[in-house]
């Protein structure tokens, strides 16, 4: 199986008296004929015709009984044919060269039966000898006569008339004809009797229709399917085998017909060339594209032509001389069949029936197995089967309800509820995502950053500035941080040493015009690419504000920390990044502040110095330019009036000479500022890197800053402080904030990175959850509840669920 093969292609030759023993010659091994043509004298003296040809084949049938033809073309294919290969045997030649008597064979006399009936003894005697297999065999007899197809076995008393012309029908399975009646034979005596009935209607036919049969190409397929008795295995075999005697292969438009025999001749020129081109396309390895529906012959064996089946020809001869010119071009066509390969696989298939019938078993089974096994371990009747609407909703509602705290843990019962609670999960999360959404819809109207339009509109009415995105560079080089800064703003005293919490906590207790942060002054709040834009007026936004921290306002946690009491709450949304940065570089990051600006301030002086050089070079390098040409000018004057010479030396006027004075200073006052921008370039290289380094710094730094200080919950915060060397601020704020993109890679990663300690800290987190019941954090929260239960769960799956009810740890 998967192996190359070559199709096999014979010889046989028409027994006669009359052999031309000069002209064909066999060789020793008799696997190759030579021909040999007498020189046409006619021609003239010279005579470049070509007169010998070799052709080597699998063997010459010269003189061979109808038996031991069937032994060499026939026996092995359709033996394989049983074991599941398809298989073609094709009989092509002239008229009377013995085609169908190789194929069908004399129906009269049993001892010089065919091919064809003794495919069929084959097979029957071949699935006697299996009785572990259920095989099954069908027949069919098509022939193509004119371009039309024609059903031989339709005259049975069973074939319905057929009412539509057949057609020929491509599937994944192969081709099949429709309209074409099959016949089931369950034994070689019916099978014998169906080919009988065949043949007569060729013959009849021939009368009646005035069809000559040497004009028509028949097909005889056997059919297989193979079941195995002895296992219930869905895989069965099938194969079919095709016996094609074709129509006569001379040239007939040569013979000057006309009418009828006009026709019938160049359909069988057509479909015989074409069956030529598809055999010449399979056996060009380069060519993918085979021609196989120019005619219903090669069509209709469109899937029994090369491909993955077994193929043998025949070519039926003549031996007498007067026939020399078919039979080379029928030996031609023998040695180009032989070009084609072809890779022979079984024809396996899935008995759907079986496979399911099986798999129920096995279902049942594992059932079993599983009710025995929850037996054994004393759990209760568990239900395996699918959940119903029923059931999902009540996962469901417990998942709300674990989401506000109402219930303590969602209870694990077998796989299916596991993934229906994650299920659930990405449900409400989503829901509420939707909320969060629409709640800051209502509040506020959001700005796509790329709608330059809209934030030009915004702009001029004044809530951003130029900018749009400064963060108190000189350069104009920002950070991409966001909008206007809080603290340079008029009114502000950036001065003092004020934490974010406490200006958003004063904001939120003042009211009216005491508050330092008045409706102009509030910022614009960056959410991820969108800008948020208070879409009321100053008065509004303030009240709005004031709601938003009544109605938000959370309970200090109460932390054994004396520093951390000294904190006053946080604000229920964080900062933008923009203001808490402009807070952070006079706070924490201050010094680091300090350093970046005075690097940036030397880089910027040497900046400022290259680029004076650079102008100086340039203005040099000008009059360099100028005196040159001054030169020049001067030499070609000289040239002009004649030079004078003294002993060999060069004699040039004052005005020459100071010019190449003044080139030989400009060159030196070139190569000397050169050097200079040089050296200002290193240095400006140097510096650009400090420069960066501090930028890097400090926007770390601010990260970590503003991570502990507004994102990461305080009480997670005071768990990553215990027994462990990491700072909360080492959590990267993209880990916690990008956990709302339901990214399980990242959460699985956060499991590790946030929960080291592991089942301690989930009860930690559900009693913060507990006293935590607002609506706005909860996207967050809910995933870090759910990164608890995920952590319960593969702890419980692997069996390590001990401590997993253990008070928290002080
Ligand atoms: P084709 O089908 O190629 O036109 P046939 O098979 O009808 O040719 O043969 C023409 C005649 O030659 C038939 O009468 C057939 O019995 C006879 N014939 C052909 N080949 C042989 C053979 N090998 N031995 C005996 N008779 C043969
Ligand atoms: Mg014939």
Known sequence: MGTRKKVQAFVRVRPTDDFAHEMIKYGED??????????????????????????????????????????????DAVSQALDGYNGTIMCYGQTGAGKTYTMTGATENYKHRG????????????????????????????????????????????????????????????????GLSVHLTSQEEDAFSLLFEGETNRIIASHTMNKNSSRSHCIFTIYMEAHSRTLSDEKYITSKINLVDLAGSERLSKTGSEGRVLKEATYINKSLSFLEQAIIALGDQNRDHVPFRQSKLTHALKDSLGGNCNMVLVTNIYGEAAQLDETLSSLRFASRMKLVTTEPAINEKYDAERMVKNL??????????????????????????????????????????????????????????????????????????????????????????????????????????????????????????????????????????????????????????????????????????????????????????????????IEPLISDSPKEELRAPRPSTPPSRTVAFEEFKNERGSEINRIFKENKSILNERKKRASETTQRINAIKQEIDETKDALNFQKSLREKQGEYENKGLMIIDEEEFLLILKLKDLKKQYRNEYQELRDLRAEIQYCQRLVDQCRHRLLMEFDIWYNESFMIPEDVQVALKLGSSIRPGMVPISRIVCLGEDDQDRFSHLQQTVLPEGLDSITFYNAKVKTDQKAYGSIRRAWWRAACIINALNLRRTGVDQGYDKPIRP
Do not use: C
């Open 30 to 75: 008799n696997k190759s004929i030579d021909i040999h043509l007498k020189k046409d004298t006619r021609r003239g003296v010279v005579n470049n015709q070509q007169t010998d040809w070799s052709f080597k084949l699998d063997g010459v049938l010269h003189n061979a009984s109808q038996d031991l033809v069937y032994e060499t073309v026939a026996k």
């Open 115 to 178: 091919i064809l009936p003794r495919a069929l003894q084959q097979v029957f005697r071949m699935i006697e000898e299996r009785p572990t297999h259920a095989i099954t065999v069908r027949v069919s007899y098509l022939e193509i006569y004119n371009e039309n197809l024609f059903d031989l076995l339709s005259t049975l008393p069973y074939v319905g008339p057929s009412v539509t012309p057949m057609t020929i029908v491509e599937n994944p399975q192969g081709i099949f004809i429709k």
């Open 360 to 553: 129920e078993k096995e279902l049942a089974l594992l059932k079993q197995e599983l009710a025995i096994h929850d037996s054994l371990s004393n759990r209760t009747l568990v239900n395996y089967d699918p959940m119903d609407e029923i059931q999902i909703a009540e996962i469901n509602s417990q998942v709300r309800r674990y989401l506000e705290g109402t219930l303590d843990e969602i209870d694990i019962i077998n796989l299916r509820q596991i993934q229906e609670v994650f299920n659930q999960f990405r449900v409400v999360l989503s829901q509420q995502e939707q909320e969060v959404e629409s709640a800051l819809r209502r509040k506020y109207t959001l700005i796509d950053k790329n709608d330059f339009a809209a934030i030009s509109a915004v702009q001029k009415v004044g809530l951003m500035d130029i900018e749009g995105n400064l963060v108190g560079e000189p350069d104009g080089q920002s950070f991409g941080l966001g909008v206007a800064p809080f603290s340079v703003k008029p009114g502000k005293k950036p001065k003092t040493k004020k934490t974010p919490k406490d200006q958003f906590s004063s904001s939120a207790r003042k009211e009216g015009a005491s508050s330092p942060v008045s409706g102009k002054d509030f910022d614009v709040a960056s959410i991820s690419k969108t800008q948020l834009i208070p879409s009321s007026k100053d008065g509004d936004l303030k009240d709005m504000l004031a709601r938003e921290r009544e109605t938000s306002s």
